[in-house]
């Protein structure tokens, strides 16, 4: 039998020789094959066993010198042994096999065939010269075959491999079977609409001082695994393989972060990570994932490619890597990343601070959609290269339509553009295109005047659809289509170099007149800063005047109130309040806290008084100082005196009385109500009683400052019972009585 396998499917072949052991029985000449196809692996190199270019030829002195034939041999020429077989990257067996088997393996007879058994023809001898042996082993690689391989006659062999070598040039369908095998794994998937049901806690054991659980059973489709230890992590399959078979347990453990041998730029607050693993095979799944997070806050999910034991002991930065943002959903106090096809190691990190960020001045939708510009943001950390990106309102461009926009920068500080660096986007949904650099002639702040085009480009850009949209009311909020540069300063100018805005254009005309622009000037070294009221109750009606720099820029608000955002030049200001119309500061307890990133940052500045408190904006920096002030209390005691001294019945919680226009309020039994109020003026009142005089001590004005108590007193007298006789004489018979 002859076999011809392409080296290319060798490891495959032999990785299955399991596979094919229950085709062929054990002392099948097709197990003999596999083992010199594995040797032939083992030195990297075509081998072609007992075929033309190693066995001995009549004349071995013409044999040594002749090259291998560039074409294929005609099957039924290839038995010869006078003519010569291509050797390529294969691998050819000679040895006996019966055609029955033959045509079971192989599958290759493509008519009956009878084979007829002939003595063997007698052979030239083969000579004993080493020389003459062919051997096609590279110097220095040992020729050793186990010695359990029999070598079959080769006179036999000849007549049966004249038969079955027909087809040798068609690749063996058994050997397509396999790799097709191998390369598509089958996978379930959950269909669209299908209810979502929670795994009770009785589904999983559990070791709480370990803090790990593991599913009692393997995993489903269509169950939401909630991790017993913290049921803000769950595991939802969305795929499954389907062979069940090969799904296994689900295995959560939470491992405290501050075990993890973090690089210290990938360290975070978060106090725990999750290791969670299977025994299923990466890829034959996926599935979404939940992680709890502090409520009102965005976070980033990190992941590591390393067990837990790696990672106590050291983690490198390659080692962990971030999903991208556009693949989490924020919930109140969960994240969610959806279509994971793997497991490892997660933890939770706040958003990158560094990054400053700018709104579009003109406000929302100020330019139709394609051209429509809402943000730009800096990395303040990168200096060299320089990290930016923009943001377009819009998310698509229809047939040949682009979004193109230009970062433009500043060398020499005088507020014009001396290079740009564009981005165009297009496609439905949108995605990068191209990118362009361009000198400018220094004389236009909004576009790139006299571009001329620069290359090569070694500053990279990226482009793609992001849920950052800065305005609820965008085209397609939250989602904006964001483009991503990592500027090399060399390319625009060196070190000196400022971002001076960001501007939209006309299809690649960087010096055209501008679509709409963010003006976000880092040639002057500009910031944003915001002062905003916050008053505890909500309901309270004080005024106050907010200040930046002891400039007041609003007046008379109440709660919510701001001074809107305000450009300023990169620099320390004062922010505070004074006292509005008919409001004392006195009566109030303030604070102030100033935090980056419009008011979702850090804190960078904060004080327990209404200020002024000192802050810093530094370039690019969007900062929001709120000024909270809470109503300070006081107590108004509120007294009740029955006096019955003529018959009356009635006692103190009989009564009931008001403060201001506030809801009736009864009387305690013991006659007296404590009660807690902000700084004010009180008058208390209450309906009159059948019966019974009212007095009142201290009820009417009572002004009460913060701490302070005051006391009203409310005094009911019962009045004494009188009877009335009304007598009337009626005199209709002559009589002459009165009363």
Not at 37 to 57: H, N, R
Not at 94 to 113: F, I, K
Not at 248 to 266: A, G, H, M, T, W
Not at 445 to 451: I, L, N, Q, V, Y
Request: proline share 5%; aromatic share 6%.
């Amino acid at each position: 039998m002859k076999l011809k396998i392409k080296q290319a499917t060798l490891r495959t072949l032999y990785s299955y020789v399991g596979i094919l052991s229950l085709v062929v029985n054990t002392s099948s000449p097709f197990l003999v094959s596999l083992q010199y196809t594995a040797y032939a692996q083992e030195v990297g190199a075509s081998v072609e066993e007992s075929g033309p270019t190693d066995a001995p030829s009549e004349e071995p002195s013409d044999a040594t010198g002749e090259e291998p034939s560039e074409e294929t041999a005609p099957a039924e020429e290839s038995a010869s042994p006078e003519e010569s077989a291509p050797a390529e990257e294969s691998v050819t067996v000679e040895t006996v096999a019966e055609t029955p088997v033959t045509e079971e393996v192989l599958g290759t007879s493509t008519e009956d065939q009878t084979t007829t058994e002939t003595p063997p023809e007698t052979l030239p001898e083969t000579p004993t010269d080493e020389t003459q042996q062919g051997d096609i082993l590279p110097d220095g690689v040992s020729d050793y075959r186990p010695e359990v391989v029999e070598e079959p006659d080769v006179a036999y062999s000849a007549a049966i491999t004249e038969i079955i070598t027909d087809t040798t040039d068609v690749i063996d369908p058994v050997i397509e079977q396999i790799e097709g095998t191998v390369t598509e794994a089958e996978k379930e998937c959950l269909a669209d609409g299908v209810e979502i049901t929670d795994s009770p806690k009785e589904d999983w054991t559990v070791d709480s001082e370990k803090g790990y659980a593991e599913t009692k059973e393997p995993v489903k489709l269509g169950v939401k695994y909630i991790f017993p230890e913290e049921e803000g992590v769950s595991v939802t399959f969305s795929c499954l393989p389907k062979n069940i078979d090969d799904r296994s347990v689900l295995r959560i453990q939470e491992v405290k972060v501050s075990d993890l041998n973090l690089p210290e730029e990938f360290n975070t607050d978060a106090e725990f990570a999750y290791d969670i693993t299977t025994d299923m095979v990466n890829g034959e799944f996926e599935y979404d994932l939940t992680l709890p997070k502090p409520e009102g806050v965005e976070a980033d999910i990190f992941y590591i490619e390393k067990s837990v034991e790696e990672a106590i002991q050291e983690v490198d930065n390659d080692d962990v890597k971030k999903v991208e943002k556009d693949k989490l959903e924020q919930g109140d106090d969960v994240v969610e990343v959806s279509g994971i096809d793997h497991f490892t190691i997660y933890y939770l990190a706040p958003p990158n601070e560094t990054w400053a960020c700018q709104n579009d001045e003109q406000g929302l939708n100020d330019e139709p959609g394609q051209k429509d510009l809402t943000k730009m943001c800096l990395d303040t950390a990168s200096t060299n290269p320089l990290s930016i990106s923009w943001d377009w309102d819009d998310t698509a461009w229809s047939g040949s339509n682009t979004g193109d926009a230009c970062s433009l920068f500043d060398t020499d500080t005088d507020g014009f553009a001396n290079f740009a660096l564009c981005v165009t986007v297009h496609n439905d949904p949108a995605e990068y295109q191209s990118k362009g650099l361009y000198s400018c002639n220094d004389t236009k702040s909004d576009r790139c005047a006299g571009a001329i085009a620069i290359s090569p480009i070694s500053s990279t850009c990226t482009a793609g659809i992001q849920s950052s949209d800065p305005f609820v009311g965008g085209e397609a909020y939250p989602n904006d289509t964001v483009a991503s540069c990592v500027v090399q300063l060399s390319e625009v100018g060196g070190s000196s170099s400022k971002l001076l805005d960001v501007c939209s254009f006309p299809s690649q005309e960087p010096g055209s007149d501008p679509s709409d622009c963010i003006v976000a000037s880092t040639a002057s070294q500009t910031g944003l800063l915001e002062v905003r009221k916050v008053l505890v109750p909500s309901t309270d009606s004080g005024l106050f005047n907010l200040q930046i720099d002891g400039t007041t820029y609003a007046t008379n608000i109440g709660n919510l109130g701001t001074t809107g955002e305000k450009i300023v030049d990169a620099e320390d200001y004062t922010v505070g309040e004074t006292a509005g119309t008919g409001t004392n500061l006195a009566n109030y307890t303030s604070g102030i806290v100033c935090k980056n990133n419009n008011g979702t940052g850090s804190i960078i500045a904060s004080s327990s008084t209404s200020g002024p408190l000192t802050v810093s904006v530094s370039n690019n920096a969007d900062v929001v100082c709120t000024i909270t002030n809470s109503q300070k209390t006081g107590t108004l005691i509120v007294k009740k005196v029955v006096v019955n001294n003529n018959g009356g019945l009635l006692e103190a919680d009989d009564f009931t009385f008001k403060v201001g226009d506030g809801a009736p309020v009864s009387f305690e039994a013991d006659g007296q109500n404590d009660l807690t109020v902000n700084a004010g003026t009180y008058t208390i009142t209450e309906p009159a009683v059948f019966g019974y005089a009212t007095t009142y001590n201290n009820c009417t004005s009572v002004n009460i400052s913060a701490g302070e108590t005051k006391t009203c007193t409310i005094t009911n007298d019962d009045q004494q019972a009188y009877i009335i006789v009304d007598k009337t004489v009626t005199n209709n018979n002559g009589g002459s009585a009165v009363a």
